[in-house]
């Protein structure tokens, strides 16, 4: 049997509901029925799966339970598990706070050969890491993984790249290119999202291994911290340590070990700031240019440039000196658009980005002291064309939809594009005074991964259809009008 139909026998026998009764209550063949509660079929559309559940007065833990195993059984339990670590992943990611975090003052005293214990071992991380942030053209060499709950000494590094903007730091971190560690992947990546974006000298770099032998129980001393002074090895929980000074043979084994390894190395991302390098992600595809897929996910207005396709040319730029005729010369543009590419490409958006947008004028979030908002006649004219999209003739995939934030949950400052055909995915972030921030994913697994989570979230219970998207847009849009 499967995990679903073992989990809706259940509930059937805790209500003493049999299998012809729910089948004459559910209008589902009895056999069907049948073949479904022992695990030899499989209801096509969630739809029966939530019709179920509501006859057998489930509660809504129980009925998202359900749900769940019958996700599990659909795609099977490890594309069902990758997927939710991009979801919690998209979920966790915050902004990184400008505030430069207050380091403890650390004493001037020699350093131990070795360190026993989580606050020894924390002091002298700290006392090593400062001694490099002062040097001029300071580099921090990482070999480490993050681990699923340890934030140290990640916390420790977004401290000092916050505190010491020129400090470089190069971080090496092991993958598994197993298919069954794909979703280990994204929980090992997660936790870099916020030193990505907070500082533009943080550099992470990857190989493949089996990270459980390497960084785990297996070995003593896994982690690796280098600065021009010291090097310090970790175990796996930073409860002891060994601290080498430079100079000594230890220190010139391990700075090759480090060189050693880095050459066998990627770059896992790579981050551009300020816009004019991001524009080409935002236009669409040019003619003769093979994209499979190309998503894109905001809970704001985000996605309507790419369905403009050609605004960011004329209205996305910091300063515009006369904004009537950069409409004027918008409105002339889209007569001469071509159709959207509706088969290759999908935006998701929210109505709570929409109504946002109409409240502030305020296009891709861009800061108030570097654009100024549009004016009502603009945003509305707009609206009425993603309208017009949504409501296209029957049978015409317009390729946007609207998220059900209740359901799909990501963080509200973060926008991601993929583009399933260059192995990669970008991570946007609009930062209250740089504009935009793109991290892109180069490491094709995990950026497989979000291209994945957002093929699945096509058609699912987070998105509306685009008969309900243009429903619900033409009664916002009527409120403003």
Request: charged share 20%.
């Amino acid at each position: 049997m499967s995990s679903f139909s073992e989990c809706l026998k259940a509930h059937m026998d805790r209500r003493k509901m049999s299998t012809s009764e729910l089948s004459r209550l559910s209008g589902i063949e009895y056999s069907f029925l049948h073949r479904i509660t022992t695990g030899k079929r499989f209801p096509a559309k969630l739809q029966t799966v939530e019709r179920l559940g509501q006859l057998l007065s489930l509660t809504p833990e129980e009925q998202e339970d359900l749900r769940i195993q019958y996700d599990i059984t659909r795609v099977g339990p490890d594309v069902y598990h990758r997927r939710q670590s991009v979801r919690r992943m998209l979920e966790e990611i915050r902004f990184p706070t400008d505030a430069k975090e207050t380091l403890p003052a650390v004493p001037a005293q020699a350093l131990p050969a070795s360190c026993d214990g989580r606050l020894q071992v924390e002091g002298v991380t700290l006392q090593i890491l400062t001694q490099e942030a002062q040097r001029t053209g300071g580099v921090v060499r990482l070999l480490a993984q993050p681990g699923l709950k340890e934030a140290f000494p990640l916390r420790l590094l977004r401290s000092f790249t916050l505190a010491f903007p020129s400090l470089t730091v190069n971080h090496i971190l092991c993958f598994d290119n197993r298919a069954e560690m794909e979703y280990r992947n994204v929980d090992i990546f997660s936790p870099l999202i916020p030193t990505l974006f907070s500082t533009f000298h943080y550099h992470a770099y990857y190989f493949y291994g089996d990270h459980d032998t390497l960084f785990g129980r297996l070995s003593l001393f896994p982690n690796l911290l280098l600065t021009s002074g010291f090097a310090l090895l970790m175990s796996p929980d930073y409860c002891s340590a060994l601290c080498f000074p430079r100079g000594s043979d230890s220190y010139q084994v391990l700075d090759r070990r480090f060189s050693d390894c880095f050459q066998n190395c990627y770059p896992l991302s790579m981050v551009t700031p300020k816009l004019p390098a991001l524009q080409s992600y935002f236009a669409p595809p040019a003619a003769g240019d093979e994209v499979d897929h190309t998503f894109l996910l905001s809970h704001t207005f985000f996605g309507l440039p790419l369905l403009t396709g050609g605004l960011c040319g004329h209205l996305l730029k910091q300063n515009l000196p006369d904004r009537s005729q950069a409409m004027e010369d918008f409105l002339n543009y889209l007569s001469s658009l071509p159709a959207p590419n509706r088969e290759s490409t999908c935006y998701f958006t929210s109505l709570e980005g929409i109504r946002a947008f109409l409240d502030s004028g305020l296009l891709l979030e861009f800061p108030v002291d570097t654009i100024s908002p549009l004016p009502m006649e603009d945003r509305l004219f707009l609206v009425r064309r993603l309208l017009s999209l949504l409501s296209a003739e029957e049978g015409v995939e317009v390729g946007l939809r609207l998220c059900r934030t209740d359901r799909l949950l990501f963080s509200p400052s973060l926008k991601c594009l993929c583009r399933q055909n260059l192995s990669r995915a970008e991570l946007i972030l609009c930062h209250p005074r740089q504009g935009l921030i793109s991290v892109s994913v180069q490491e094709p697994m995990i950026a497989a991964a979000l291209t994945d989570y957002f093929d699945s979230i096509l058609d699912s219970r987070y998105t509306l259809s685009p008969v309900e998207s243009a429903r619900q847009v033409a009664a916002l849009l009527s409120e403003y009008q």
